[in-house]
Each structure stands twice: as structure tokens, then as C-alpha cells.
T-cell receptor
Framework: SAVISQKPSRDICQRGTSLTIQCQVD?????MFWYRQQPGQSLTLIAT?????????ESGFVIDKFPISRPNLTFSTLTVSNMSPEDSSIYLC????????????FGPGTRLTVT | GIQVEQSPPDLILQEGANSTLRCNFS?????LQWFHQNPWGQLINLFY???GTKQNGRLSATTVATERYSLLYISSSQTTDSGVYFC??????????FGAGTTVTVRA
């Protein structure tokens, strides 16, 4: 398994500002992921964070809006840029553990409210 | 991408009751996981079960990969079982795709 922490746990931000969310894992992992969960909805994959290369973004998500860093095998950040109320969501990071039958574990999430 | 359908969307139970949640998926999968999201938003791993049957306390799960469905059983439900239960699968694109979830409310 993996123990994942995220900072901050929650924040209230003004529109037009940016917030950087940190994700720390207790062991080295190859694959880290960032998800968004809008109010009352399921989870949607934003991007896969690759160590040593640029993140791979899903359709509908762009680097200018959600820049991601992955400086090492235990840490990643997601920035939500130029925020609007529509960005109010829970943002979760996850990691994939295991070689045969990989299992994903999730961090506690960052609850973001944009006013 | 792969489609994941969960039913029922909502479930209200009296404490002590048993229930079954269903997850249908549209294609072959390499991985299937069940999660419980508690009222504070934390996503908790329940089962990794691409096929077969597993049990953990009052919870058990069965996946019939050839028929493309999985079932999660909750027995003797408790108020702490309340929350949203998600089924998620990894298909040919190696990405975890989530169903819409089943919201379970257990009343004392």
C-alpha cells in the first residue's frame, strides 16, 4: 500500500488567483495521477504526472490551466491557475502500486472553494 | 473509453440490513477496484478484484469478468457504512475510469 498526504486540506480562494496543491508519498512510485471531483460528481482524471518529463493531460484539461510538477518519485504539485467558481472541487492525487495487478491509492484530497 | 455503470444510484438502509451494489462495465478490464468515499471526502480502498471473490469483514465482492460485472455486498450495515461507493476499472487505455457511484445512507 501507500500513505499519501496532501496540502492544503482545504482552501477558499478569490477568483483570478492560483493555488498550488502538494502531494507527498511515503515511498517511491513511478505513476502519480491528479483527479478532480466536482460537487456531487464522480472522479475525473486530469493528468498523469511523470517523473523527469512533462505531465500527460486528458481531454479537456490543459497545461496552462493545471500546470503539474514532478521533481522526484515521492512528490508532485498541481496548480489551479486563474481560478473561477467553476474550479470549486475536490482535487485528489493518487499513486499506482504494484507490478502485477497495479492498485491505485488516493490521498485525502484538497477541497477548494472559489468565490 | 470504457463505460462503467453503477446501480442503484441511491440506497437507504436500516441499520442491520444487507445490500448489494452492482457495477457493469463495457469492455474487458485489467483491474477493478471498489472504493468507499466517506462524508469527509476521503477515498478508501475496499477491494482490488479483477476477478473472483474476496471478503473483508462485513464486506465482500465478486467480479465475473467474462460477464463484465462486479457486485459489492454489505452485510449487517452500520451507520459508518454511509457514504458513496465507487467502482473503478482499468481498461485497454490503462487509465482508471470511475462509475457515477452509489450513495448509501444507513439509518439508526
Amino acid at each position: 500500500s501507500a500513505v499519501i498526504s496532501q496540502k492544503p486540506s482545504r482552501d477558499i480562494c478569490q477568483r483570478g488567483t492560483s493555488l498550488t496543491i502538494q502531494c507527498q508519498v511515503d515511498s517511491q512510485v513511478t505513476m502519480m495521477f491528479w483527479y478532480r471531483q466536482q460537487p456531487g460528481q464522480s472522479l475525473t482524471l486530469i493528468a498523469t504526472a511523470n517523473q523527469g518529463s512533462e505531465a500527460t493531460y486528458e481531454s479537456g484539461f490543459v497545461i496552462d490551466k493545471f500546470p503539474i510538477s514532478r521533481p522526484n518519485l515521492t512528490f508532485s504539485t498541481l496548480t489551479v491557475s486563474n481560478m473561477s467558481p467553476e474550479d470549486s472541487s475536490i482535487y485528489l492525487c493518487s499513486v499506482e502500486v504494484g507490478t502485477s495487478g497495479s492498485v491505485q491509492y488516493f490521498g485525502p484530497g484538497t477541497r477548494l472553494t472559489v468565490t | 473509453g470504457i463505460q462503467v455503470e453503477q446501480s442503484p444510484p441511491d440506497l437507504i438502509l436500516q441499520e442491520g440490513a444487507n445490500s448489494t451494489l452492482r457495477c457493469n462495465f463495457s469492455d474487458s478490464v485489467n483491474n477493478l477496484q471498489w472504493f468507499h468515499q466517506n462524508p469527509w471526502g476521503q477515498l478508501i480502498n475496499l477491494f482490488y478484484i479483477p476477478s473472483g471473490t474476496k471478503q473483508n469483514g462485513r464486506l465482500s465482492a465478486t467480479t465475473v469478468a467474462t460477464e463484465r460485472y462486479s457486485l459489492l455486498y454489505i452485510s449487517s450495515s452500520q451507520t459508518t457504512d454511509s457514504g458513496v461507493y465507487f467502482c473503478a476499472v482499468v481498461g485497454y487505455d490503462y487509465k482508471l475510469s470511475f462509475g457515477a457511484g452509489t450513495t448509501v445512507t444507513v439509518r439508526a
